[in-house]
């Protein structure tokens, strides 16, 4: 673990796994340890993979604010701890926004930008889409754990301090594009799977205004899973039009953490969408 100092004066640690240029990668939940990335499907063999916990969370001290406006400003005070003079920049999840954020606030300090699976925090339901539960049935139909999974995923909004970690444990298999044994072991896995409450409930008080991102110079691509009942399937297409130049590139079978479904398939997307070249040796992967 390696440790430099938030822009708020905080301690803040990463980890460093894997060889060649650097990709830093900003976790999602919100507020959830970077180690649940593990090596994004292989890509630490070709890629250093810099995985930031964020303030309060893993080996990261607490703070007062921990608002994705906030956690942006940590990956500028990570890029002069760093000395450089860019980098390339991953945001999966709820990490989309501090990473968007950052490429928008300091054009040309991100290089190539990578939306992996990006929350739909800021994006209204679309017309025609349907919802979490109705999509989930449509994926996963016969599934024997689909009802209590839905039952819960209904009871979540409102229920207790006390009555959530149960109700996270029949909902979470509908965020993977198959509930097999490595979901579960990614799932429930204890050394990263808990959320500070108090980092989670702060990450989105600020207002999120699309059209700040008019503002980034950096190629983006948006990676998205076509099994993500987290995301849905109409806002990976909001995500590419908010920013310019955008490529959308879909995950076949994939769900919220694709990596998992296919590790392959995901890193070399990844590896494309920073420019690796297209002769990249596919059986390195």
């Known amino acids: 673990m390696t440790q430099f ?3 708020a004066g905080t301690s ?18 919100p507020a959830r340890p970077a180690s649940y990335l593990d090596t994004l ?10 995985l930031l916990d964020p303030r309060g969370v893993g080996g990261s001290d607490p703070a007062e604010d921990y608002d994705f406006a906030a956690l942006a400003e940590d990956l500028e005070a990570l890029r002069l701890h760093l000395g450089v003079d860019d980098f390339d920049l991953l945001g999966h999840s709820a990490g989309a926004l501090p990473a968007v954020l950052h490429a928008a606030r300091r054009p040309g300090r991100v290089r190539r930008l990578v939306l992996l699976t990006p929350t739909r925090r800021p994006i209204p339901p679309q017309d025609g ?9 449509e994926l996963f139909d016969g599934e024997p754990w689909l009802d209590g999974a839905l039952a819960a995923l209904e009871k979540a909004p409102t229920a207790s301090d006390d009555e959530f970690p149960s109700l996270l444990r029949q ?10 044994a490595a979901a579960q072991a990614h799932a429930f896995r204890p050394d990263d799977c808990d959320s500070v409450p108090e980092a989670a409930a702060g990450f989105g008080a600020s207002p999120f205004d699309p059209a700040s991102l008019s503002a980034i110079t950096a190629p983006v691509t948006v990676l998205a899973g076509d099994r993500d009942v987290s995301v849905g399937l ?3 297409a909001v995500w590419a039009s908010w920013l310019p130049g955008a490529t959308l590139e879909w995950l076949p079978g994939c769900g919220h953490f694709p990596w998992l479904e296919d590790p392959a398939g995901v890193s070399r997307a990844i590896l494309t969408a920073l420019g690796t070249p297209s002769d990249l040796d596919a059986s390195a992967m």
């Not at 640690?13 to 060649?20: I, Q, S």
């Not at 909902?171 to 097999?180: E, H, L, M």
């Open 234 to 236: 109409a806002a990976p």
């Open 12 to 29: 803040l640690h990463y980890e460093l796994r894997g060889e060649g240029p650097l990709l830093v990668c900003q976790p999602g939940g």
């Open 171 to 180: 909902f979470t298999p509908v965020f993977y594009g198959r509930w097999d």
């Open 5 to 7: 100092f938030s822009a």
């Open 41 to 50: 499907g292989g890509l630490d063999r070709h890629r250093t993979l810099l």
């Open 129 to 137: 889409e349907p919802d979490r539960a109705a999509l989930a049935r």
